[in-house]
């Protein structure tokens, strides 16, 4: 049984692999164009100009800024009703968690849409504040759903010890926390920023040239040319965001 479950997840990240090999060979190519699967020809040009062009870094240092607070913000917002529907059995903190991960089934672009006529009519367009706020909307629910699957899997015998010491719910909270629950904390932190790292359409609908992210900087060649160089740098920057998150995900599968 073990044997064929590791058979099936050697298949599973051979297919998620394929298209990001695809993509990656574009890269190479000269023109950055479809003739690297014909020419045969590759060229470096692309990946020279990613490492002296000064806006991929400008891009990058926005990226990790609002990934980074909207990410800690949602986390912020979600913790609370967390701990209360999983310590105290809330059930206006579960149906409030239940509804923030809920959202996940909206369509991104219809959200999207949404944000870009809001942020226009309070000026927050193009703004770091702006973009932060409209991730939110992304994080939030990945928070939600992390953080509540996470903790209703540990059991609270070391809170209920706690409170039963003469500790209150919040010290007793912070126990349960530290003791068990640090490496979900790092987790929930890691799957929101790459979330928001990784959300195009805020990026596309929300951002210009004022406060460019990732996601934006690397499609500009296809909004622009259809040229598929944007492809080939969120395959790259979703490599390195596996190799920040892997690590991640198999403490927390250890420690469980």
Known sequence: MKNAVNILLVILAAVLALPLVGIAALSLSPTYGMDIFTSLHPSTRWWRELLVDPSWAVALANSALIGSASSLLAMVLTLPAALAWRLEGSASARNAMLLAGASLTF??????????????????FDTAAG???????????????????????????????????GAGRMRAAIRWLSATQRMTLLGCFAAAVLTSISEVTVAIYLTDA????????????????????????????????????????RRLSRER
Do not use: N
């Open 131 to 165: 973009l932060a706020l409209a991730h939110l909307s992304f994080t939030i629910p990945i928070a939600a759903v992390v953080l509540s699957t996470r903790f209703r899997g540990t059991p609270v015998e070391l809170y209920l010890a706690a409170r039963s010491l």
């Open 107 to 124: 369509p991104p672009v219809v959200l999207a849409v949404g944000l870009y006529q809001t942020a226009m009519r309070v000026g927050l």
């Open 210 to 249: 004022s406060v460019p992210t990732i996601a934006r900087r690397a499609l500009a060649g296809v909004t622009r040319d259809l040229k598929p160089t944007g492809f080939a740098a969120l395959a790259a920057w979703l490599i390195l965001l596996c190799l920040l998150v892997f690590p991640v995900a």
